[in-house]
């Protein structure tokens, strides 16, 4: 049974069945970890001003994103080895999505290919896109996210060179991932996962690889595989933004924008939409809070984007104040990898119904009985 009530329930659990290296590599910032404290402090500071007697009933918290309905105004964000912390996690993550009614984005670095994510679910499927080296294998991943139905291409913009996460050193996380006594240790320590996770790979097929890699680039977190290693672009540039927009007919959304001049440029190179993030302080730990960037960010676009907002959100609340800030929608990361820690797609469907109701009881309480009732006119000046 889920019982957790809230965020923090979720990663309490998480943390107990994960492997240490494995639940810090999802938990954890970057450098001295300011950015992560900061973001928080940045949505405790801004507060809602409730408008009394609206009537709360009935409510809703249904929208529209990209033309099509989402009954919440959430997208699963893309991480990394979701397919790390449950056996095929990012299937039971895109199943969990499609039952609450809201988007799943399958990341470039998933454990399990876009194809098969995309044959076992009925998700409103996105795909997030890390620009390789090889810019002809990086379209023909592009390609076959289309081919697999994947509407919305999003390409992360936040990470031009590797973030300097020193516990991931100490902890051996990567790709390989590399041993010690501690970690070897840790993980023995971890034998519901190591049969649930780690063992049902081994059995079906081998250890866990980044799947979308081409074969004869594909590393095994056990160290198996190819030694090639296929790196993001080092010069990654607006030009590989203009590429895109002519190769790729669906939606095109920039992640990882915290500036309004940004939101510009985007709109000149026929960008679609952006999310306003910082990588959820997982990058530039020194970086601004992406609420706090958000409304000049809107004010630029003028209608013009669609502009969504993450990073280190944890309540309903958090939302509220994203979309009365003016965000159409949130990503949302970490709180979903600990609820399918947790239970696979029931944990990860008990987190969407979990912010949800948090976000239904916020409306409830402000005097919004719909999405397009929040607005900056229900935050305190
Ligand atoms: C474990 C993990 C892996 C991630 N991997 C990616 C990725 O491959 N590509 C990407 O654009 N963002 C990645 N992100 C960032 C998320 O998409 C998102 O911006 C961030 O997690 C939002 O903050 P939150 O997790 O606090 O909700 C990752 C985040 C986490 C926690």
Redesign the pocket.
């Known amino acids: 049974m889920i019982d957790a009530l809230n965020f923090a329930d979720l990663r309490r659990s998480a943390r107990r069945t994960l492997p240490r290296a494995i639940f810090e ?2 938990d954890r910032g970057t450098e001295d970890e300011s950015g992560m404290a900061h973001n928080r402090r940045a949505f405790e500071q801004k507060r809602i001003a409730p408008r009394i007697l609206q009537g709360a009933s009935p409510r809703s918290t249904s929208t529209q994103l990209f033309g099509k309905t989402l009954q919440i105004p959430i997208v699963v ?5 979701a397919g790390l912390v449950w056996y095929k996690g990012e299937i039971a993550l895109a199943k969990a999505a499609a039952q609450a009614g809201i988007a799943f ?1 399958a ?3 998933a454990i399990t290919c876009v194809e098969e994510i995309a044959a076992n679910s009925r998700a409103n499927l996105w795909f ?1 896109l ?1 620009l390789w080296e090889h810019q002809a294998m990086s379209e023909a991943l592009v390609e076959r996210a289309r081919q697999s139905g994947a509407e919305t291409l ?1 390409l ?1 913009v936040d ?1 031009p060179v590797y973030a300097n996460r020193e516990y991931n050193v100490r902890n051996g996380m990567g790709m390989p991932f590399k041993y010690s006594v501690r970690n070897t240790l840790d993980v023995m320590c971890h034998p519901h996962w190591l049969a649930k996770v780690l063992g049902r790979y081994m059995i079906n097929g081998g250890a866990p690889s980044f799947a979308n890699y081409p074969q004869a680039y594909r590393q095994t977190i056990l160290g198996g595989g190819s030694k090639q290693r296929l790196e993001h672009t080092p010069q990654l540039t607006w030009a590989h933004v203009a590429r895109l927009r002519e190769i790729w007919k669906g939606n095109l959304v920039l ?2 924008i915290v500036r309004a001049d940004d939101a510009l440029r985007a709109i000149d190179h026929g960008v679609d939409g952006v ?1 306003v ?1 910082n ?2 302080a ?1 990058n530039l730990d020194s970086a601004v809070a992406p609420i706090d960037a958000l409304p000049a960010i809107v004010e630029a676009a003028a209608g013009r984007l669609t502009v969504l907002m ?4 944890q309540r309903g609340s958090d939302i509220f104040k994203a979309l009365a800030l003016g965000a159409q929608a949130v ?5 979903f ?1 600990y609820g399918t820690a947790m239970g696979g797609e029931a944990g990860a469907l008990h987190t969407a119904r979990m912010l949800r109701r948090e976000l239904d009881l916020t409306m409830g309480n402000s005097g919004a009985r719909n999405i397009v009732d929040i607005d900056g006119g229900l935050m305190a000046p």
Not at 77 to 81: I, K
Not at 310 to 313: A, F, G, R, T, V
């Open positions: 590599y999802i964000a893309p991480t990394a080895c984005c990341a470039t670095e997030q890390y999003v992360t990470t992640k990882g999310v993030s990588h959820g997982r993450d990073s280190n959100i990503m949302v990361g970490r709180a990898l």
